[in-house]
C-alpha cells in the first residue's frame, strides 16, 4: 500500500523560505514521474514542479528561480524548497506521484496523470 505523508508547511512572512517533505512508503517503483501541486482557498489545483526517475524537472512559470524540486532515494523522499516566498504562494501543498511510469511533458503538471496523493500540508506567506 502506497502512502505519501507531505510535512514542512507553516506560515512565513513575504520573502522567507520554507521547506516541505513528502515521504513515500510502500512506494517501490524505479520509474515514475512525482510532483508538487498547490490549492489555494476558490482556486483551481496548480501543478508546481515535477521531477522523474531520472532527473528530468519541470516547474510552472510563477515559481521557476524561486522553488527547487528534489529527491532523496535513500530516504524514499520528495522535497520542494522555496524560497522568496510571495503572499500568492499560500496554499495547500500536496504531493503526487505515479504507479511506475513517466509522464509526457504536457501531463507533468497536470493532476489526472497521477496516481497516489498526499493529504497536503497548508503553507501560509503574509505580507
Known amino acids: 500500500q502506497v502512502q505519501l505523508v507531505e510535512s514542512g508547511g507553516g506560515s512565513v512572512q513575504a520573502g522567507g523560505s520554507l521547506r516541505l517533505s513528502c515521504a513515500a512508503s510502500?512506494?517501490?517503483?524505479?520509474?515514475?514521474?512525482m510532483a508538487w501541486f498547490r490549492q489555494a482557498p476558490g482556486k483551481r489545483l496548480e501543478g508546481v514542479a515535477h521531477?522523474?526517475?531520472?532527473?528530468?524537472?519541470t516547474y510552472a512559470d510563477s515559481v521557476k528561480g524561486r522553488f527547487t524540486i528534489s529527491q532523496d532515494n535513500a530516504k524514499n523522499t520528495l522535497y520542494l524548497q522555496m524560497d522568496s516566498l510571495k503572499p500568492e504562494d499560500t496554499a495547500k501543498y500536496s504531493c503526487?506521484?505515479?504507479?511506475?511510469?513517466?509522464?509526457?511533458?504536457?501531463?507533468?503538471?497536470?493532476?489526472?496523470?497521477?496516481?497516489?496523493w498526499g493529504q497536503g500540508t497548508q503553507v501560509t506567506v503574509s505580507s
Open positions: 503526487a506521484a505515479t504507479a511506475g511510469w513517466k509522464l509526457t511533458w504536457w501531463q507533468r503538471l497536470v493532476s489526472s496523470g497521477y496516481n497516489y
Open positions: 510502500g512506494y517501490t517503483y524505479s520509474t515514475y514521474s
Open positions: 521531477i522523474d526517475s531520472d532527473g528530468t524537472t
